[in-house]
């Protein structure tokens, strides 16, 4: 069964890049039908779908964020990851990967905390 | 966007206790709704998808109904690992929306 884990910076600097990797296992980034996900949740509060790629590398992106936000995959490492810029503290929240198919996110990561802070 | 509205936010129940969240959707979004469970400090979990299918591993306590614009989630005998925070999520267009979910708390 696949598996997601993310990695990178824990605190990142105000108006810097937040950059984040998720490592797959169980499964292949390259597979049809699988959309890999990125979702945020600020501390204390709900969540927020940040985008998508799809392995022939098309992507979507909420539109709130969609000037900020680039998301890319990685063949040969299996990964894919993201990238969002002019960060603030408003970033600040648990970022989760997550797989997308048939409809329905599963599974997730267990989700890295990013703190904005100078 | 589509926005999801949970209720209640919160409440109060206790073990045996059958509990019932709903979820509206902003337009109809025929059954593409989920439901996720979770507890504090970790990631969500998939209990329903396509608004009453239940994920494989997940009790059968645990059910989803509803079409359209109106969803419910409804936890029949409610046990301790039952206590969480549950989110609806409309996958019916993006960019994909949760609800703000509802805290089962215990009595």
């Known amino acids: 069964q696949v598996q997601l884990q993310e990695s990178g910076p824990g605190l990142v600097k105000p108006s810097q890049t937040l950059s984040l990797t998720c490592t797959v296992s169980?499964?292949?980034?390259?597979?049809?039908?699988?959309?890999w996900t990125w979702i945020r949740q600020h501390p204390g509060k709900g969540l927020e779908w940040i985008g998508y790629?799809?392995?022939?590398?098309?992507?979507y992106y909420n539109p709130s964020l969609k000037s900020r936000v680039t998301i890319s995959v990685d063949t040969s490492k299996n990964q894919f990851s993201l990238k969002l810029s002019s960060v603030a503290a408003a970033d600040t929240g648990v970022y989760y990967c997550v797989l997308y198919y048939d409809n329905r996110f599963d599974p997730w990561g267990q989700g890295t905390l990013v703190t904005v802070s100078s | 966007d589509i926005q999801m509205t949970q209720s209640p936010s919160s409440l109060s129940a206790s073990v045996g206790d059958r509990v019932t969240i709903t979820c509206r959707a902003s337009?109809?979004?025929?059954?593409?709704l989920n439901w996720y469970q979770q507890k504090p400090g970790k990631a969500p979990n998939l209990l329903i998808y396509?608004?009453?299918s239940l994920q494989s591993g997940v009790p059968s306590r645990l059910s989803g109904s509803g079409s359209g614009t109106d969803f419910t989630l409804t936890i029949n005998s409610l046990q301790p690992e039952d206590f969480a925070t549950y989110y609806c999520?409309?996958?019916?267009?993006?960019?994909?929306?949760f609800g703000g979910g509802t805290k089962v708390e215990i009595k």
């Open positions: 396509a608004a009453s």
């Open positions: 337009q109809s979004i025929s059954t593409y």
């Open positions: 790629i799809y392995y022939s590398g098309s992507t």
């Open positions: 999520q409309q996958t019916y267009s993006a960019p994909f929306t």
């Open positions: 169980g499964g292949s980034v390259s597979s049809g039908g699988y959309f």
